[in-house]
């Protein structure tokens, strides 16, 4: 999510401890002496493990700067990862969730790259749910044809089918009824779902901000209105749910909390650990001045040469790719030099004899842009593919190469956030040129 917001999920909803986030805001992070961090607090990610009727369930929110919208891929890829660390089916057990800004949405082409991602193999996560907060002023605009040429600012969906709920932000109820209906339509069809939250900024462009200086009618309207809790609060009593006054002592309780830096979430589970969290102790405690021998036997890379150049019976090779296999055999036998495609796929071909699994992507990654690569080898007589490094020893890690779709940003933001997600796995994003 972007950072507007991003305290309140914090505190209540993700557990963090107040006191813990209002000594960062006074500068009292010994983390940020240690690496310099200096971002501001409403960034930073966090993590916590939050008890459910089901069991304890993960929760991770990403960090996020400033750039707008470019944490969205990051997070699939990150979910996407944790989806594979899994040893069966974990589509129903891992969920993106991204919050949009209504302007940023439709606004930013990052968001179309990233929808277009959705259903591709090497990169679906099972669907996404999307809440878009439409506070209907994207920065200081609140003029729709400034902003976008459509209706909504969530047309953008429709590349991909997606389905948009549009939902009055000052209704909870609607809210939760509309939220269990996105989770239900996306555990059931896995496909991306929308949520348009139609709401308002009660403050302007930000905290400080003036608003009347530029949307004079609209925010003599948002002015007028009550706020969605004080909505609440008096339906509640009305209904007879809570005795008049209470929802005032509630909020007394809740900022007496606050103020003592209490955990504000009950259901917030103190040093659990469900799992899904990915370790990198042993990265964190390396040093990068130390001398590491990377030499690797003759016979090693024989061997796993050899494998890597087998090819299927009946698997029926281009002419000139197979004078490519030919010519990396003789390079094993010591009768030509070792070209940088034979090369590669040897250090492919160690690491994961080592137990690292790869993730190479990018425009052309099978074949290699320069034809070069052939980690990806095609029969001429069918469509089928046949790759050799998937197949050198019987339980070895995972080899992917993918060749993407022809987007740089979404790609390269989503296998970053492959990479923050799994340890043991050299992912490699691979620019054409």
Partial sequence: MA????????????GKAPKELFSEFEGEDPLDERVGSGDVKYHQ??????????????????FNPSHLEIVGPVVEGGCRARQDRHPEDATDLVLPV???????FIGQGVVTETLNLSKLPAYGTGGTIHVVVNNQIGFTTSQPQEARSTLYCTEVAKLIQAPIFHVNGDDPDAVLFVAQLALDYRLTFHNDVVIALVCYRRQGHNEADEPMMTQPCMYQRIRELPTTRALYGK????????????????VEHYRTSLEAGKVVVREFLHGSRTG???????YLNAKPGERVDTRIPRSTLVRLGTRALEVPEGFLLHPRVAKVLEDRRRMLAGDLPVDWG????????????EGYGIRLSGQDSGRGTFAHRHAMLHNQD?????IPLQHLAEGQPSFEVIN???SELAVLAFEYGYATSRPNTLVIWEAQF
Avoid: K
């Fill in 45 to 62: 990610g966090f993590y916590s493990d939050i008890q459910t009727p089901g069991g304890p369930v993960h929760l991770s929110l990403a």
């Fill in 235 to 250: 339906r509640l009593e009305h209904e007879g749910v809570i005795a008049p006054g209470e929802a005032d002592a509630m």
């Fill in 342 to 353: 034979m090369a590669e796929t040897l250090a492919y071909a160690t690491l994961l004899d």
């Fill in 276 to 282: 899904y969290e990915a370790h990198w102790e042993r």
């Fill in 3 to 14: 950072h507007r917001g991003r305290l309140n999920v914090l505190v209540n909803l993700l």
């Fill in 98 to 104: 991204i919050v949009h800004g209504d302007a940023a």
């Fill in 382 to 386: 069918a469509r089928q593919t046949h």
């Fill in 404 to 406: 993407s779709l022809l």
